[in-house]
Structure formats: C-alpha cells, structure tokens
C-alpha cells in the first residue's frame, strides 16, 4: 500500500509562489508515475500536472509556463513548482500515484491519493 503526504499549501497573494511537495511510502516510487490534481469548491477534481518515471511531464494547458512537477527519486517525493499564481488556482492540490508508465488525465485511472493540501491565493 502506498502513503502520499502533500505539503506547502498556504495563503499567498496573486502573482506569489509557492511549492508544494509530495512524500510517498510504502511502494516502488521510482516505477510510478506521479500527478497533481486540485479541486475547487462546488467543481470535479481536475488535471495539472505528471511525470512518470524517466521524467517525462506534462500539464494542463491553465497551468504550463506558470507550474512546474519534478521529483526525486532518492528521496521519494514529487514537486509542484507554482509561479505566478491567480485567484483561479485557489483549490485543495492532490498528489497521486498512478502504476502506470503513463499518465492519465482522469483521476479515475490513478491508483493512490495523498489527504490533500489548501492553496488560497488572494487577489
């Protein structure tokens, strides 16, 4: 069984960063494929970023040139690298694993979730 920790939520002011990290236990972290996901009040859980195993990401196209996702290996955590942020990113962020060589933008597919992180930003 997998265990994911996120960290780093916060209150920040609009154009603000923040980074958000991810602890993962309990399994294989090199071989999963690892994402991001948030959830707005009153909306569905959506897509904002993966990387797999050998490094390969992407993001959703609300999120690319302003986040960044990378990880460590060594020390089995995954990043959320946010620059820039809006009001419209105010959200609980997810970390997710996923068993899969591949990502999925569905949160259906991915396999395990951290309990969530608050990120507010304020305009």
């Known amino acids: 069984q997998v265990q994911l920790v996120e960290s780093g939520g916060g209150l920040v002011q609009a154009g603000g960063s923040l980074r958000l990290s991810c602890a993962a236990s309990?399994?294989?972290?090199?071989?999963?494929?690892m994402g991001w996901f948030r959830q707005a009040p009153g909306k569905e859980r959506e897509f904002v970023a993966a990387?797999?195993?050998?490094?390969?990401?992407d993001g959703a196209n609300s999120v690319k040139g302003r986040f960044t996702i990378s990880r460590d290996n060594a020390k089995n955590t995954v990043y959320l690298q946010m620059n820039s942020l809006k009001p419209e990113d105010t959200a609980v962020y997810y970390c997710?694993?996923?068993?899969?060589?591949?990502?999925?933008?569905?949160?259906?597919?991915?396999?395990?979730w951290g309990q969530g992180t608050q990120v507010t930003v304020s305009s």
């Open positions: 997710a694993a996923r068993i899969s060589s591949a990502w999925s933008v569905g949160a259906n597919a991915w396999h395990y």
């Open positions: 990387i797999n195993y050998s490094g390969m990401r």
């Open positions: 309990g399994g294989t972290f090199s071989s999963y494929t």
